[in-house]
C-alpha cells in the first residue's frame, strides 16, 4: 500500500499557524519531503472507502456523519505516545495548505472530525488503528472544505519537539457550488525612463480572492495598454495561482516591460477560474477582467521640449535684439 502524503513541522515558540509539507489538495502523486526522519508513520485505513487512498476526500449532505480511520505505525524502538487531533486547512503566503495549531479553535473540518479518543499509544515494531466520526452540523454551508487528521508528538511526550504527521481530509458538502473569483486592490505603478523616446516599465499588483465556496486555482493574464486603447506592453507567461480555499486570498506583483508613455495607462486583470474534481480533471470557467488606471507621464521628453523652446525663445530674441540694433 502506498501511504499517503504525510506533511511535518516543528513548533517554533508561539506561531499560531504551522506550515503542512504535503501539496494542496493532493493533486501530485507521491510523497512530500519530511522534516527529518520520524519514527513513526500514518495511512489511511483499509475499509469500504477503499485500501490504497492518498487521502480522505468525502461527500455528505448537512447533518449527514460517516466512520473512518487512520492507521498509525510505530518504527522506534519504544513505545510511542501520539496525540490524534483534527485541524482546519488554510492556503499560506507561499502557495502551500497550512493547519491552524491544535491551540488554534478550528470551526469546520477541525471542529467536524472527531476522532474516538484524543492520544494513542503504539508499541514498538507495532501498528494501531484510530477510528474517527465526520458528523456535520445540520446548518453547515455547501461547498468545498479542507483540513487534516493529525497525529502529534508535542501535546503527548512533552518535549515541545513539534513534531506532526498528518493527512488531509477534503471534504464536500451537499448544495449548489458556487466557484468564484474577484480581483482585489489592482494598482498600475509606472517607472519612467531616462530615454526621452524610450519606453518605461510598469508594475501592476492585486489581490485574488476566493469568494465563491469551491477550491479555485486561477489562470492570470496581465496588460497594459495606453490611453488611446493600443497595447502597451505584456507580462508575458503569468504561472496559475495556488489552490485557494474559499475565503483565502493571494497576493500578486506582476512586471510589465516597454510601456509606452502616453499620458494614462490602463492596467488589465484577467482570471480564469480552474476547478479541479477529485479526478484530477481540470475545468476552466468564465474569466472574470479588472482594470485599473495610472499616469504615464514622459517627463523626460517634457523636459527636452520645454529646453528646445526656451533654446528656440532665445533665438528669437536673439534675432530681434540684432534687428533692433541695426
Same mark, same amino acid.
Given at each position: 500500500?502506498?501511504?499517503?502524503?504525510?506533511?511535518?513541522?516543528?513548533?517554533?515558540?508561539?506561531?499560531?499557524?504551522?506550515?503542512?509539507?504535503?501539496?494542496?489538495?493532493?493533486?501530485?502523486?507521491?510523497?512530500?519531503?519530511?522534516?527529518?526522519?520520524?519514527?513513526?508513520?500514518?495511512?489511511?485505513?483499509?475499509?469500504?472507502?477503499?485500501?490504497?487512498?492518498?487521502?480522505?476526500?468525502?461527500?455528505?449532505?448537512?447533518?449527514?456523519?460517516?466512520?473512518?480511520?487512520?492507521?498509525?505505525?510505530?518504527?522506534?524502538?519504544?513505545?510511542?505516545?501520539?496525540?490524534?487531533?483534527?485541524?482546519?486547512?488554510?492556503?499560506?503566503?507561499?502557495?502551500?495548505?497550512?493547519?491552524?495549531?491544535?491551540?488554534?479553535?478550528?470551526?469546520?473540518?477541525?471542529?467536524?472530525?472527531?476522532?474516538?479518543?484524543?492520544?494513542?499509544?503504539?508499541?514498538?515494531?507495532?501498528?494501531?488503528?484510530?477510528?474517527?466520526? =465526520?458528523? !456535520?452540523?445540520? /446548518? &453547515? $454551508?455547501?461547498?468545498?472544505?479542507?483540513?487534516?487528521? +493529525?497525529?502529534? @508528538?508535542?501535546? %503527548?511526550?512533552?518535549?515541545?519537539?513539534?513534531?506532526?504527521?498528518?493527512?488531509?481530509?477534503?471534504?464536500?458538502?451537499?448544495?449548489?457550488?458556487?466557484?468564484?473569483?474577484?480581483?482585489?486592490?489592482?494598482?498600475?505603478?509606472?517607472?519612467?525612463?531616462?530615454?526621452?523616446?524610450?519606453?518605461?516599465?510598469?508594475?501592476?499588483?492585486?489581490?485574488?480572492?476566493?469568494?465563491?465556496?469551491?477550491?479555485?486555482?486561477?489562470?492570470?493574464?496581465?496588460?497594459?495598454?495606453?490611453?488611446?486603447?493600443?497595447?502597451?506592453?505584456?507580462?508575458?507567461?503569468?504561472?496559475?495561482?495556488?489552490?485557494?480555499?474559499?475565503?483565502?486570498?493571494?497576493?500578486?506583483?506582476?512586471?510589465?516591460?516597454?510601456?509606452?508613455?502616453?499620458?494614462?495607462?490602463?492596467?488589465?486583470?484577467?482570471? =480564469?477560474? !480552474?476547478?479541479? /474534481? &477529485? $479526478?484530477?480533471?481540470?475545468?476552466?470557467?468564465?474569466? +472574470?477582467?479588472? @482594470?485599473?488606471? %495610472?499616469?504615464?507621464?514622459?517627463?523626460?521628453?517634457?523636459?527636452?521640449?520645454?529646453?528646445?523652446?526656451?533654446?528656440?525663445?532665445?533665438?528669437?530674441?536673439?534675432?530681434?535684439?540684432?534687428?533692433?540694433?541695426?
Amino acid at each position: 500500500m502506498r501511504p499517503p502524503r504525510p506533511f511535518t513541522t516543528t513548533a517554533a515558540g508561539a506561531l499560531a499557524t504551522v506550515v503542512v509539507l504535503f501539496g494542496l489538495l493532493g493533486m501530485g502523486a507521491g510523497p512530500a519531503a519530511a522534516d527529518g526522519d520520524a519514527s513513526w508513520a500514518i495511512s489511511t485505513a483499509a475499509n469500504d472507502f477503499g485500501s490504497d487512498r492518498q487521502n480522505y476526500s468525502y461527500t455528505l449532505d448537512p447533518g449527514g456523519r460517516i466512520e473512518d480511520g487512520l492507521v498509525v505505525v510505530n518504527h522506534g524502538t519504544t513505545p510511542l505516545r501520539l496525540a490524534v487531533y483534527a485541524a482546519d486547512g488554510f492556503t499560506d503566503e507561499g502557495g502551500g495548505l497550512d493547519l491552524v495549531t491544535k491551540d488554534v479553535t478550528s470551526k469546520r473540518v477541525g471542529a467536524w472530525v472527531r476522532a474516538d479518543r484524543p492520544d494513542v499509544t503504539v508499541r514498538p515494531g507495532g501498528s494501531a488503528e484510530v477510528p474517527f466520526m =465526520v458528523t !456535520l452540523p445540520a /446548518d &453547515a $454551508a455547501p461547498g468545498e472544505y479542507m483540513g487534516g487528521i +493529525v497525529t502529534s @508528538t508535542s501535546a %503527548a511526550d512533552g518535549t515541545g519537539a513539534g513534531r506532526r504527521l498528518g493527512i488531509r481530509i477534503r471534504l464536500r458538502v451537499g448544495g449548489e457550488l458556487r466557484p468564484d473569483l474577484s480581483v482585489e486592490d489592482l494598482r498600475v505603478r509606472y517607472s519612467g525612463t531616462a530615454n526621452p523616446f524610450g519606453k518605461g516599465d510598469a508594475t501592476v499588483t492585486y489581490t485574488i480572492r476566493n469568494t465563491g465556496n469551491a477550491i479555485l486555482a486561477a489562470r492570470q493574464s496581465v496588460s497594459v495598454s495606453s490611453l488611446f486603447g493600443s497595447a502597451s506592453g505584456g507580462a508575458g507567461r503569468i504561472g496559475d495561482s495556488p489552490q485557494l480555499l474559499p475565503g483565502d486570498t493571494w497576493k500578486v506583483s506582476v512586471p510589465v516591460h516597454g510601456v509606452v508613455p502616453a499620458l494614462r495607462a490602463t492596467g488589465t486583470v484577467t482570471l =480564469v477560474p !480552474l476547478v479541479t /474534481d &477529485a $479526478a484530477n480533471s481540470v475545468a476552466l470557467l468564465a474569466g +472574470v477582467e479588472t @482594470t485599473a488606471h %495610472a499616469w504615464t507621464v514622459p517627463w523626460t521628453l517634457l523636459l527636452l521640449l520645454v529646453v528646445l523652446c526656451a533654446l528656440a525663445a532665445g533665438v528669437v530674441a536673439a534675432k530681434r535684439r540684432r534687428s533692433s540694433d541695426r
